[in-house]
């Protein structure tokens, strides 16, 4: 279990953790604390926003440095995977050619396009951002993302035999992994609606939309889930549930 933990965090965050050997072993409970990261990023955000308001930092820094906290913590691992399927979907070819271009690590055009807008959109939508009740719910989003991928990654089919998601998710304790999942879903979505209710109806209702069209996508395009598409689908996620926040921000406005 220690392990375990240790796995999630040395793979999906920059986090220094003791070194493990990188066996399935070890892999076998990874998920279950994979939402914990998004807990860390969550709360750099609560203390960013508390920390900005304290000093009177303008709204356009504060945003930017929103923007660039997750991809400080995690090194960019969902976003490179984000920029992986926007090259893929350009290329416009057959699915194995889609497959081919999300492996060249070399970056396209349609992937620096997409990830600049991606970051202006966040950037721009933290900055809405006007109250600590409006922030919980934000940095709640972190978690929800997570946890709606882990629940994915051991419940759909893999569009690929190897890969780092399937390294994950085989051996994965399935049914541990989906009840641990839902416990997380059931408290952070409990708690977004206790703290600030329009907020946090906004982002679940972004972070299902994100997973509905994760599910139709990746099964119409790919057949299956991939660890690139995992990370498309987180970004996603997060970005959605934010503009979610912000529209349940200006509801009660």
């Not at 375990?4 to 965090?9: G, L, N, T, V």
């Not at 997409?114 to 709640?140: G, N």
Request: net charge neutral.
């Amino acid at each position: 279990m220690k392990n375990s933990f240790f796995a999630a965090f040395l793979m999906y965050s920059r986090i220094p953790m003791p070194e493990i050997s990188w066996e399935e072993e070890n892999h076998r409970y990874a998920l279950c604390f994979f939402p914990l990261i998004g807990m860390v990023i969550g709360g750099l955000e609560v203390l960013w926003w508390w920390f900005g308001r304290w000093i009177g930092m303008g709204t356009v820094l504060y945003g930017a440095v929103a923007a660039a906290l997750p991809l400080f913590i995690t090194g960019g691992i969902h976003m490179d995977g984000y920029m992986d399927v926007w090259d893929a979907k350009a290329c416009l070819g057959s699915r194995e050619k889609m497959f081919q271009v999300m492996k060249d690590s070399r970056i396209g055009a349609f992937a620096a396009i997409h990830v600049c807008l991606y970051l202006l959109l966040q950037t721009a939508l933290f900055t809405e951002i006007s109250s600590i009740q409006v922030v919980i719910a934000a940095a709640s989003c972190f978690i929800q993302s997570r946890a709606l991928s882990a629940l994915a990654a051991v419940t759909w089919n893999n569009a690929r035999k190897e890969g780092t998601l399937q390294s994950f998710s085989r051996p994965a304790q399935k049914h541990l992994t989906i009840g641990v999942e839902l416990v997380w879903l059931a408290a952070v979505w409990c708690g977004m609606c206790l703290v600030h209710p329009p907020t946090g109806i906004g982002a679940i209702a972004g972070g299902v939309v994100a997973f509905l069209y994760y599910r139709w996508f990746s099964t119409k395009t790919f057949g299956g889930i991939t660890g690139d598409l995992a990370g498309y689908f987180l970004q996603l996620c997060e970005l959605a549930g934010l503009a979610g926040v912000v529209a349940g921000s200006w509801f009660i406005k």
